[in-house]
């Protein structure tokens, strides 16, 4: 099985910046795409950001202009850049990733989760 590891998640003052970590591991033929949701307490995940592996990049709007996301295909790992950070996306923040192994053509995977606080 594919297993995602994610890291960098914390707190951080209103304006500031953190950046995700989130790497693959496994059996491991290739990643078509990888990105970040997040999820508060009683709403939808929606999407951040995803990054497909020709570099083809789509955001939410809400972070258009402060986050960034990108990709080392040689670690297959994806990291989201996230300046001038605002109260409101503190949440949880998920990694996903639709990974080609030896039985699937595209199957996708979750991470467990970090949790992202930006205090005023």
């Known amino acids: 099985q594919v297993q995602l590891v994610e890291s960098g998640g914390g707190v951080v003052q209103a304006g500031g910046s953190l950046r995700l970590s989130c790497a693959a591991a496994?059996?491991?033929?290739?990643?078509?795409?990888m990105g970040w949701y997040r999820q508060a307490p009683g709403r939808q995940r929606e999407l951040v950001a995803v990054?497909?592996?020709?570099?083809?990049?789509t955001y939410a709007d809400s972070v258009k202009g402060r986050f960034t996301i990108s990709r080392d295909n040689a670690k297959n790992t994806v990291y989201l850049q996230m300046n001038s950070l605002k109260p409101e996306d503190t949440t949880v923040y998920y990694c996903?990733?639709?990974?080609?192994?030896?039985?699937?053509?595209?199957?996708?995977?979750w991470g467990k989760g970090t949790l992202v606080t930006v205090s005023s």
């Open positions: 996903t990733a639709n990974v080609v192994s030896r039985d699937y053509r595209g199957m996708d995977y």
């Open positions: 496994g059996i491991i033929i290739g990643i078509n795409a």
């Open positions: 990054i497909t592996s020709s570099g083809t990049t």
